[in-house]
């Protein structure tokens, strides 16, 4: 069978891109062929405005430090953007459009915030005239999006109708189960842990591995550019390092503070992540891979904490959540077993998911 994924996988992020090709990878499990449907990115008129508003503002308000670092920020990311294509076009089956790709016995819409409307209206991510009779969701997200807000919405009844249409539902966080439990109770629901969880990379771990990383002592820092600069993060991070003896490395992103800038691939990603001694991240998949590979880290709870949170507490690796002091959280090793057990049972859990959608699929129950 041929199965498309629907999934922001242009995102410049390695978390977008590397949830993709794990779908890819499960799909493949399955005996299936995923072909990754490509699709055009709608921004609501008024999010346009808005961020047309923010960028004269902030060009507005630069002040020569302000600018040397935007441009260190838009040289990394165009690099980035480089090692991102290279990898999407040599390991991932990318397809035509959403709606020009043929013979697509299903269609898996997921993960992350795919069902998010607070950055745009894009219907085809809920199966709105997507070519394909059998279409379901696998770990999707509402994300930052709440009842009111889609009740309120100018195209709620599409989004609505849509969901309603979908076979079953795979949800990732509570707000989404809450809010698809009311928009479409009849649809069959379960929950999903996200596909880098699912998957595991146990054999890209290996194969991935340059051993460029293998010798190097280093704290990894992964947090987008914007975040991770105030004072006294910075401040605890390099007393850390300093005791360590450890160099301290930002992966991916722009942080001047840091004693290197890697422009990481994603494979390179994965390697960094590694070898590292310790991690600090902010982001939901530096977490993730944090915990695939059983690494000493801390995470530090943002805008993010509705997914985050959840994550670490049903995990039981609650106790890497940073509340003031993050050498608090790295001296103390973590410890696996708990969410070994766990990660075993949802792993079982979400596999059997997709393998009964396609084989439900495989049956002709459209």
Not at 87 to 109: C, Q, R, S, T
Not at 167 to 184: L, M, P, Q, V, W
Not at 247 to 269: L, N, T
Request: with cysteine; proline share 3%.
């Amino acid at each position: 069978m041929r199965v498309g994924i629907l999934t922001w996988y242009k995102a410049l992020n390695h978390g977008a891109v590397l949830q993709t090709y794990a779908s890819c990878q499960m799909i493949k499990e399955c005996k299936c062929s995923p072909i990754v449907l490509d699709y055009k990115w709608n921004l609501d008129i008024e999010e346009k405005s808005n961020q047309l508003s923010v960028f004269f503002n902030r060009i507005k308000h630069l002040n020569p430090s302000k600018l040397a670092w935007y441009l260190k920020v838009r040289k990394n990311m165009i690099e980035k953007q480089c090692l991102f294509d290279e990898f999407i076009k040599a390991d991932l089956p990318i397809g035509k459009l959403y709606d020009e790709e043929d013979g697509l016995d299903a269609v898996y819409i997921g993960s992350d915030m795919v069902f998010d409307i607070t950055e745009g209206y894009n219907p085809y991510m809920y199966g709105y005239d997507v070519p394909s009779k059998y279409i379901f969701s696998y770990a999707a997200s509402f994300g930052y999006t709440t009842k009111e807000q889609l009740n309120n919405y100018e195209n709620k009844e599409t989004i609505i109708n849509s969901v309603r249409n979908l076979k079953s539902i795979g949800y990732r966080d509570y707000n989404t189960f809450e809010i698809c439990k009311s928009i479409a109770p009849s649809v069959p629901m379960t929950e999903n842990i996200d596909p880098v969880l699912c998957y595991g990379f146990e054999k890209e771990i290996d194969e991935w591995d340059t051993g460029k990383w293998k010798n190097k002592k280093y704290i990894l820092i992964y947090a987008y550019d914007s975040t991770m600069n105030d004072k006294e993060t910075v401040k605890q991070i390099k007393k850390i390092a300093h005791d360590k003896g450890l160099k301290i490395i930002s992966c991916g992103y722009y942080h001047k503070w840091c004693d290197e800038v890697v422009c990481a691939s994603p494979k390179e990603f994965v390697e960094m992540i590694k070898y590292s001694t310790f991690i600090i991240t902010d982001t939901f998949h530096g977490t993730v891979f944090s915990l695939i590979m059983h690494k000493n880290f801390a995470s530090i709870i943002r805008k993010n904490g509705f997914k985050l949170r959840y994550l670490l507490e049903c995990s039981g690796m609650k106790n890497r959540i940073v509340n003031k002091d993050i050498d608090l959280i790295l001296n103390d090793t973590p410890k696996y077993e708990n969410f070994d057990n766990w990660i075993m049972k949802e792993r079982e859990k979400s596999l059997k998911f997709i393998k009964d959608n396609l084989e439900s699929c495989a049956r002709g129950e459209v």
